[in-house]
């Protein structure tokens, strides 16, 4: 299956995303994420717990360098909402409560498994996968996942988000989704 899914790789370059002038509340809140990173970090990583309400998901990725070699050592954070949408209970002093980190392998290769995220109640805003990428050579930079299927990814959403990759989700027997991502670094960071 992992070759097959090599194959339907389709590459998403980071950057737009994030506003130039970075938001002072998304920074603190990644700060504070920053400092629950575990002590070690591999290229394969949960977000979601095994118990969490949702479909299970598998995030494969390679991240790639500007000259488009594998590009290992790359840490990579991810965070989400929960199958209702919410990245955390009203109230809770986490405000990113699904998250995890991996270390690109040799290969520029990382996995996460969790649960497949939901949109934001209420709004038009398709479910997503937020990752920030701290780099040697690029800084960190920082994007969006988002999903073929998801109903909200209109023709409009689309050509509003062109930064945005919109990738196609493979549907396993056993219920579990799983998709694909290659992503190329950008040559400077975005915050």
């Not at 970075?22 to 990173?37: L, S, T």
């Not at 991810?78 to 270390?103: C, F, I, M, S």
């Not at 799983?178 to 975005?190: A, C, M, N």
């Given at each position: 299956?992992?070759?097959?899914?090599?194959?339907?790789?389709?590459?998403?370059?980071?950057?737009?995303?994030?506003?130039?002038?970075?938001?002072?509340?998304?920074?603190?809140?990644?700060?504070?994420?920053?400092?629950?990173?575990?002590?070690?970090?591999?290229?394969?990583?949960?977000?979601?717990?095994?118990?969490?309400?949702?479909?299970?998901?598998?995030?494969?990725?390679?991240?790639?360098d500007v000259e488009g070699k594998p590009a290992p050592g790359v840490e990579i954070f991810a965070y989400h909402?929960?199958?209702?949408?919410?990245?955390?209970?009203?109230?809770?002093?986490?405000?990113?409560?699904?998250?995890?980190?991996?270390?690109?392998?040799?290969?520029?290769?990382?996995?996460?498994?969790?649960?497949?995220?939901?949109?934001?109640?209420?709004?038009?805003?398709?479910?997503?996968?937020?990752?920030?990428?701290?780099?040697?050579?690029?800084?960190?930079?920082?994007?969006?996942?988002?999903?073929?299927?998801?109903?909200?990814?209109?023709?409009?959403?689309?050509?509003?988000?062109?930064?945005?990759?919109?990738?196609?989700?493979?549907?396993?027997?056993?219920?579990?989704?799983?998709?694909?991502?290659?992503?190329?670094?950008?040559?400077?960071?975005?915050?």
């Amino acid at each position: 299956m992992r070759k097959a899914l090599t194959a339907l790789v389709t590459t998403f370059v980071l950057g737009a995303a994030l506003d130039a002038r970075v938001d002072p509340v998304f920074m603190r809140q990644w700060n504070e994420a920053q400092k629950q990173r575990p002590s070690t970090v591999t290229s394969s990583s949960r977000i979601a717990p095994a118990a969490e309400p949702g479909t299970p998901f598998i995030i494969h990725g390679q991240v790639i360098d500007v000259e488009g070699k594998p590009a290992p050592g790359v840490e990579i954070f991810a965070y989400h909402t929960d199958g209702t949408g919410l990245y955390a209970k009203p109230g809770a002093t986490d405000p990113w409560r699904l998250k995890g980190w991996a270390v690109t392998d040799a290969q520029g290769r990382f996995e996460f498994r969790t649960i497949r995220p939901a949109p934001y109640p209420g709004r038009e805003i398709p479910a997503h996968v937020h990752l920030s990428l701290v780099t040697r050579c690029c800084g960190r930079q920082f994007g969006e996942l988002m999903f073929d299927d998801d109903p909200l990814v209109t023709q409009s959403y689309r050509s509003r988000n062109s930064s945005v990759l919109f990738r196609k989700i493979d549907k396993r027997a056993d219920g579990s989704q799983e998709t694909s991502y290659t992503i190329k670094l950008r040559r400077r960071g975005d915050f």
